[in-house]
């Protein structure tokens, strides 16, 4: 069955870097493009990142302002997403989601999520 | 950026009762639309894809229409378990989107 597992949350200060990975199993992997989306306490959701099945193309939300850069290892099955000058305001739970193959589907399958707080 | 807006933000309904949720985009996405639901604590889960087509597993009770910039989620004879928060998603494009949700609430 599909697995996405998320990994690498924790405390951290404002400025700092953090990254996250993503496990994902149970499905051809490299067909899929995929996708970050967070949710701050108390919140909906936000997106905040999608990478294509082969890499080459990589789109970030506004509110990101550059900080964040999207990545994925197709042979080790896994996504990442490197998080610099992190605010306080980028306290949130973060999801990784599968898109469904062909992108028909929207976002057909998430992980449980990592948790990220910024705090001094 | 496509902004979608949800209504009601909050709704009260008795459990057996039917529930109808909107969706409106700020612009056409066909019908690149999806919903979802989350409950506390867990991920959010797909409902509908397409605008219309249920994903597996989902019951019959949840239906969606809708194309171009109004969508509607309906969930008749509501059950126990629907109560919960529901939130639409286009994906037209890369740079998908979500309402605000909409929170389900017993009367």
């Known amino acids: 069955q599909v697995q996405l597992v998320e990994s690498g949350g924790g405390v951290v200060q404002p400025g700092r870097s953090l990254r996250l990975s993503c496990a994902a199993s149970?499905?051809?992997?490299?067909?899929?493009?995929m996708h970050w989306v967070r949710q701050a306490p108390g919140s909906g959701l936000e997106w905040v990142a999608v990478?294509?099945?082969?890499?080459?193309?990589?789109y970030y939300a506004d509110s990101m302002n550059g900080r964040f850069l999207i990545s994925r290892d197709n042979s080790n099955n896994s996504l990442h997403l490197q998080m610099n000058n992190l605010r306080t305001e980028d306290t949130a739970l973060y999801y990784c989601?599968?898109?469904?193959?062909?992108?028909?589907?929207?976002?057909?399958?998430w992980g449980q999520g990592t948790l990220v707080t910024v705090s001094s | 950026e496509i902004v979608m807006t949800q209504s009601p933000i909050t709704l009260s309904v008795s459990p057996g009762e039917r529930a109808t949720l909107s969706c409106r985009a700020s612009q056409s996405i066909s019908s690149n639309l999806a919903w979802y639901q989350q409950k506390p604590g867990q991920a959010p889960r797909l409902l509908i894809y397409g605008a219309s087509t249920r994903a597996t597993g989902i019951p019959a009770r949840f239906s969606g229409s809708g194309s171009g910039t109004e969508f509607t989620l309906t969930i008749s004879s509501l059950q126990s378990e629907d109560f919960a928060v529901y939130y639409c998603q286009q994906y037209n494009n890369w740079r998908i989107t979500f309402g605000q949700g909409t929170r389900l609430e017993i009367k």
């Open positions: 149970g499905f051809t992997f490299s067909n899929h493009n």
């Open positions: 990478i294509s099945y082969d890499g080459f193309n990589k």
């Open positions: 989601a599968r898109e469904g193959y062909g992108g028909n589907s929207g976002t057909d399958y």
